[in-house]
Each structure stands twice: as C-alpha cells, then as structure tokens.
C-alpha cells in the first residue's frame, strides 16, 4: 500500500497496469488497493500542479501567508475557529502550528486591497482572533516538492570589465 501511494504521489497519471507493473502485483490488486484508499479516505484528490509563473491568472492573484494567535474555545480547542476559518474560499491551506502563533493561514485574493480586505473584515474579526500578522508570497521558488525554478538557465555571473 505504501509503494503504490508514494508512486501516486510522484505521478498520479500511472495507470493501474504500470503500478502493478511496477510493484509486481495484479491489476486486479492494485485496483482495489487504490479503490480502499479513496473509499477510506487516504487519497482524497488528484491534481496537477502548475507553475504560476507560467500561467497569466496566477501571476496576477496575490498569495498571503497569515499567522494567526488565538483563544482557544472551551471543549473545542482550536477546531472550531479552525472551522470558521477553513471555509473561506480564499483560504488556500490552514495549519495548527507550534511556536509563536497558532494558525497559519495560505490565502491568496485578487490584489494586495483584496487581501487586506480579507485580514481586516473577516479573520481578524472573527470570536478568538487576537493578532495577526500577514506576509505576502514574492515568488515560489519550490512548492510540494516541485521546483519552479527553470534550471537549465546560465545562472553565471556576467563579467564587467
């Protein structure tokens, strides 16, 4: 189970021949090895990762990282904010974090006012919100184990005399 979800993670496009290929196991194994892992949960979706520098609508959106400090609610810790907030389309990833701050919060809007919007009229006025801080995403350079990178630039440095 472990081998072929390690090989979906690296390649979701396999088909179910060259897994069991692969891991030397029937078609007929490896089809209800992965149909019990999308049944119970394990796999929940597979997608294409796109580089956004590549994509004119992805250059132009406005991606933020916010850390949040929170109250946690009595019999529901950090959950249920965790729940208020995780539901907003602009929320991209949510994260309980150790250290400093509690929640870590990827969003990504149409403009940096977009965002701000976002910060000041919906997380930081939400029960138990008492600080946030907001970092704006520059570039990706590496995202989920991709590079975004193109290596095969010259990356020397030019010589000026």
């Known amino acids: 189970m472990e081998e072929i979800l390690h090989l979906l993670q690296d390649n979701a496009r396999l088909s179910v021949a060259d897994i069991a290929a692969m891991t ?24 294409a990762i796109v580089n956004p520098e590549k ?17 946690p609610e009595r019999e529901h810790g950090f959950d249920a904010i965790a729940d208020r907030i995780y539901r907003y389309p602009q929320v991209k990833s949510l994260y309980l ?28 006025t939400l029960e138990g919100v008492k600080s946030t801080k907001t970092h704006f995403m520059l570039k990706a350079y590496k995202e989920n184990d991709v590079i975004y990178v193109d290596e095969k630039k010259d990356r020397r440095e030019g010589v000026t005399a």
């Open 24 to 47: 030397k196991k029937t078609v007929d194994e490896v089809q209800q090895i992965i149909s019990g892992l999308e049944k119970d949960g394990v796999i929940l979706k597979y997608a």
């Open 97 to 124: 974090m150790s250290g400093g701050y509690d929640l870590k919060v990827v969003i990504e809007g149409e403009s940096l006012q977009d965002v701000a919007f976002f910060v000041a009229r919906k997380l930081s």
């Open 55 to 71: 994509v004119a609508e992805s250059r132009e959106k406005v991606r933020a990282e916010i850390e949040i400090q929170v109250t």
